[in-house]
């Protein structure tokens, strides 16, 4: 029988068992866009996902079912759920989160974690998954090579301090906004070309530890 994609799949040429191709899970409509301008159709496909993905530890089966945008993400993957889940089955070598540094981003990133690891744990076992890390701020001054690119307030804070230190001012700043309003060279660099972008791989250790933190909101929801 032949696979059911979902129609928002800007699906790539080569699949797995083929090494190298990856399924770029993007949040929202505007960022597939983004990601689809600078990707390489050859072997990278993109997926959005719209809207928060169910919570997997207080919805039921039948409301994980009904998700349209995490039954994408398993017809996407192709290879079953649950105890139906088979890894040399799955369409791509990598499944990797592409959503928006802040807040919600992060959650929406956490509740689709927390999706794989119920239902596709040996993807995480297989060390297959991983999250883009778009950068937040671009900083740009005289005196600065090339621009420099952060991806917390944190870590923002820390870069205009040493800037400081060095005598460097008159800085141009950008914060982006999200996935789509960075630019394609910058997003291609940090988020898709191998040879430029950092990538962090998402293990069950990581998945443990998020609903170990939903378990504590729920416990003290101050």
């Not at 083929?18 to 399924?23: A, C, D, K, Q, Y």
């Not at 499944?95 to 999706?115: E, K, M, N, Q």
């Not at 982006?176 to 191998?194: E, F, V």
């Amino acid at each position: 029988m032949r696979d059911v994609l979902p129609d928002q799949l800007d699906d790539c040429q080569l699949h797995w068992p083929t090494p190298g191709s990856e399924l770029i899970i993007a949040e929202g409509i505007s960022a597939a866009n983004a990601l689809n301008v600078v990707r390489s159709p050859e072997w990278q496909a993109v997926l959005p996902v719209q809207g928060k993905p169910q919570n997997v530890l207080t919805s039921s089966q039948i409301r994980i079912e009904a998700s349209a945008p995490l039954m994408g993400v398993r017809d996407a993957i192709g290879a079953g759920l649950g105890d139906g889940f088979v890894l040399n089955r799955r369409r791509y070598e990598r499944v990797i989160l592409a959503f928006d540094p802040d807040a919600d981003g992060i959650h929406s990133r956490a509740l689709l974690l927390l999706f794989l690891h119920r239902y596709m744990a040996p993807l995480l076992r297989a060390g297959a998954v991983f999250a883009a890390r778009p950068p937040l701020w671009q900083i740009a001054a005289k005196g600065l090579a090339e621009p420099v690119h952060v991806w917390t307030d944190g870590q923002y804070n820390d870069v205009c301090a040493q800037l400081d230190d060095r005598g460097i001012h008159g800085r141009d700043v950008d914060r982006y906004r999200g996935i789509a309003s960075i630019p394609p060279q910058i997003l291609h660099a940090t988020c898709l070309d191998p040879k430029t972008r950092v990538l962090a791989r998402l293990t069950t250790e990581h998945a443990i530890a998020t609903m170990a933190a939903y378990d504590r909101a729920r416990m003290d929801p101050r």
